[in-house]
């Protein structure tokens, strides 16, 4: 598999992801259940991500990017691959041994709505996990929570509220304080902000580029935003139907984009700026995203892709070609340049062996 | 004559709580093949306004006021079966979630037959064919195979062109679409967006577009209102409402809003949280969380007025013009930098 092989390696990663798989098995029958196919949700993804770094995971839903963060934070087991975090191989550790590690990386999650206890109350929610890593006595938890509410800013004095007596921007808050108690190194944002009002997902963004300055957190940021992404990670990874089909850093990837499906994602943006956004062709694709029980030979992206080409994208899968400075992207007939007009981008001319620069 | 005049227009709800005045003297007009798009955050009362000139207000505890002039005869007052001719028919609506707002234990076909049944005395061969032609024309690939096909084997951004056609199947004069794409992702937003392009070109149906996105009414609407806390708070061209934007809540918008074309280290967020329509601040609504608040702000509540630039842009704001072409000027410098 071609997809396997690490991005990068530069000797400070904290976190390494090797070759991940996650299978869902799909069963027939109520006594005697048998497999009869696999939701594969993940397919072989690596990647790595060095200590105060931000790495942002964009891609469509059902993509699989929710799946990965909950393998790698071990919600979830991985099928297959190997995780490993400060140069521990954590993929098969059990609960016990598992625990020490939980507390140095932690979750926000999604929906500030159903991810709060709606029966207790915030000190409690998010002084659990300190009572739980047994860090203090019940009085210096207090004074924790209270310190940890005043940074994510919030009134301390709200220590006795419930869930539902705080909006949604101050409900995400909570989250990112509960996130933030056991101080870990890494933490997992599973889409923090797609819940929430603009001017209020501002207010969350830049709370936590502030705290990633302060402690010196790294983050897996997980969105389907692409602004959202290009605005708090150091470097993208898309993901199409379980797989990687480019990484690359910011500026790079914004750019100058290799991959169709990413230059399709960013043409499909819209601006908020008439005159430019309606001065553009959007490369718009058809279809939806194919199931992932059963994907599509070849480059999995080939159906929907405009410069799919018969005989070669449906045959054999590509891999992961490098394009200097760190940018990889899984295409046999990568982007020339950006931006493209839609008809441009059909014709594919050259492939990836003669684009690679000298 | 516009097509759908409104003025004025009040809705409160009576709860346990208080009154809650959702909509509170707004004020629009949608001419025939114009496309006006309402913007504002979640609870600012911009669904509540589309739901009130439909008659879709629960009785029991709704009050409106205030006028709804479809085509001269005011919505409002009208009866019961008045708004049934009207619904579905001149004028339709595409709710935000596709998952919910078609019924699942019916076949997408019956569903766009008795939408048909209902306005056109035809037979159910005629409404079925006029059903698949739809489907077709939103791009429903196999229309024919899956005429008959639930709502749940369909995939979110399919079914929300089903609702679409739904909304189309009767030509309708005025589309009003709540949200139609916030619960897709980008790739099939842009495809329900071209779409809806594409279509209102070949019916000439007028569109009134609810969204949060700033992007979307970027490339959709021709004409803007902003909405806050029950008011409108700015109304212009959107080309106009970009490039001189006159209101402070329209500015904290943009600038909150993280773009592809321009980096920015911080974003600048609006402080606080908007506020509870129970009990709505005094003055301005805005005021407690404007970085320009005056005093007369918090006395005294700004009048929808025109901006000194064009009469047309209207804005409710006591700041003088002065700061408000320097502020716009600078918001403008600012998201435009990488652009040019």
Known sequence: MSNAQPTTARGDELLIVENVRKYFPITRGIIFQKQVASVKAVDGVSFSLSSGETLGIVGESGCGKSTLARCIVRLLDTTDGRITFEGRDITKLSRPAMRPIRREMTMIFQDPYASLNPRKRVGFIIGEALEVHKLGTASEVKTRVQELLEVVGLNPEHYNRFPHEFSGGQRQRIGVARALAVNPKLIVCDEPVSALDVSVQAQILNLLKDLQDDFGLTYLFIAHDLNVVRHISDRVLVMYLGKIKEVASREILYREPKHPYTGALLSAVPIANPELGRAREPIVLEGDVPSPVNPPSGCNFHPRCPRFVEGHCDVEEPPLYPFGNDHVAACHYPLERWPMAADEMRRASKSPEQALPA | ?340
């Open chain 2, 1 to 340: 004559m516009a097509l759908l005049e409104v003025q004025d227009l009040r809705t409160s709800f009576q709860t346990e709580d208080g009154i809650v005045k959702a909509v509170d003297g707004v004020s629009f007009s949608i001419e025939k093949g114009q496309t006006l798009g309402i913007v504002g955050e979640s609870g600012c009362g911009k669904s509540v306004t589309c739901l009130t000139i439909m008659g879709l207000n629960a009785k029991r505890n709704t009050i409106s006021g205030g006028q709804a002039l479809w085509k001269g005869r005011d919505l409002l007052t009208a009866s019961p079966r008045v708004l049934r001719d009207i619904r579905g028919n001149e004028m339709s609506m595409i709710f935000q979630d596709p998952m919910t707002s078609l019924n699942p234990v019916h076949s997408i076909g019956k569903q766009l037959v008795e939408a048909v049944r209902l306005h056109r005395d035809v037979s159910t061969r005629v409404a079925r064919s006029r059903a698949l032609e739809l489907l077709k024309a939103v791009g429903i690939p196999r229309a024919e195979g899956r005429i008959d096909d639930y709502p749940h084997q369909f995939s979110g951004g399919m079914r929300q062109r089903v609702m679409i056609a739904m909304a189309l199947i009767n030509d309708p004069d005025l589309l009003i679409a709540d949200e139609p794409t916030t619960a897709l992702d980008v790739t099939t937003q842009a495809q329900i967006l071209n779409l809806m392009k594409r279509l209102q070109e070949d019916f000439g149906s007028a569109i009134l577009i609810i969204t949060h996105d700033l992007g979307v009414v970027a490339e959709t609407a021709d004409d803007v209102l902003v909405m806050y806390a029950a008011k409108v708070v700015e109304e212009a061209n959107v080309n106009d409402l970009f490039s001189r934007p006159q209101h402070p809540y329209t500015w904290g918008l943009m600038g909150s809003l993280p773009r592809l074309e321009t980096d920015v280290e911080r974003l600048t967020q609006i402080p606080g949280q908007p506020p509870s329509l129970l009990r709505p601040p005094s003055g301005c609504r805005f005021h407690p969380r404007c970085p320009y608040v005056m005093s007369v702000c918090k006395t005294t509540v700004p009048e929808l007025l025109p901006a000194r630039h064009d009469p047309e842009h209207r804005q409710a704001c006591h700041l003088d013009d002065e700061t408000k072409e320097r502020e716009a000027a600078k918001l403008l410098e600012a998201t435009m930098a990488e652009t040019a």
